[in-house]
């Protein structure tokens, strides 16, 4: 996701799905603002709000065309009523590890559970936040987002948990 395809996520969806039916998994990576090319140019950057909308139609649509889906670096505020779909909520929640090498300063990483998370921290409305504990909060804060993008959120943890556990399915 960044800041030139951000407004019209669900677009892209409309055509993989129309164009392309057999790809039936997508993840959605929120642009990474500390890898090099993104830094250097600072106006490929999304702000949170300009792809939530987006990105919840986009979603709406995939789960609607019977596709599976996975987001990176978005905060659970700004997914709403796809917080189950989030891969660091997942892999806490899940407990699992994988290992990562970084081609920079971050070297190899271990992640597992709330371990590993670089580069996330929380704003102080996190601390009310009712999924404070499955959320891994806001990559790059302080430099690229701000924590005042953030707000609490006041929904069923055990509900999500239950979704990425696989329980009450049909």
Same mark, same amino acid.
């Given at each position: 996701?960044?800041?030139?395809?951000?407004?019209?996520?669900?677009?892209?969806?409309?055509?993989?799905?129309?164009?392309?039916?057999?790809?039936?998994?997508?993840?959605?990576?929120?642009?990474?603002?500390?890898?090099?090319?993104?830094?250097?140019?600072?106006?490929?950057?999304?702000?949170?709000?300009?792809?939530?909308? +987006?990105?919840?139609?986009?979603?709406? =649509?995939? !789960? *609607?065309?019977?596709? &599976?889906?996975?987001?990176? $670096?978005?905060? /659970?505020?700004?997914?709403?009523?796809?917080?189950?779909?989030?891969?660091?909520?997942?892999?806490?929640?899940?407990? +699992?590890?994988?290992?990562?090498?970084? =081609?920079? !300063? *971050?070297?190899?990483? &271990?992640?597992?559970?709330? $371990?590993?998370? /670089?580069?996330?921290?929380?704003?102080?409305?996190?601390?009310?936040?009712?999924?404070?504990?499955?959320?891994?909060?806001?990559?790059?804060?302080?430099?690229?987002?701000?924590?005042?993008?953030?707000?609490?959120?006041?929904?069923? $943890?055990?509900?999500?948990?239950?979704?990425?556990?696989?329980?009450?399915?049909?």
């Amino acid at each position: 996701i960044n800041k030139y395809n951000a407004n019209h996520l669900d677009k892209i969806v409309e055509w993989l799905v129309q164009d392309y039916p057999f790809i039936q998994h997508f993840i959605w990576n929120n642009l990474d603002p500390l890898m090099n090319r993104a830094s250097k140019n600072p106006d490929t950057i999304p702000r949170l709000n300009d792809f939530e909308l +987006e990105l919840h139609k986009a979603m709406s =649509l995939l !789960e *609607k065309n019977g596709c &599976t889906f996975r987001v990176e $670096r978005v905060p /659970l505020c700004y997914m709403s009523d796809f917080q189950h779909c989030s891969t660091e909520t997942r892999k806490m929640i899940k407990q +699992e590890e994988r290992s990562i090498y970084f =081609l920079d !300063e *971050k070297g190899y990483v &271990t992640q597992k559970g709330r $371990r590993g998370f /670089l580069g996330y921290s929380k704003a102080e409305c996190c601390k009310v936040c009712s999924l404070n504990e499955i959320c891994a909060g806001l990559y790059a804060a302080g430099k690229y987002y701000a924590f005042a993008e953030l707000y609490p959120l006041f929904i069923s $943890r055990e509900d999500i948990i239950n979704k990425v556990n696989g329980y009450g399915k049909d």
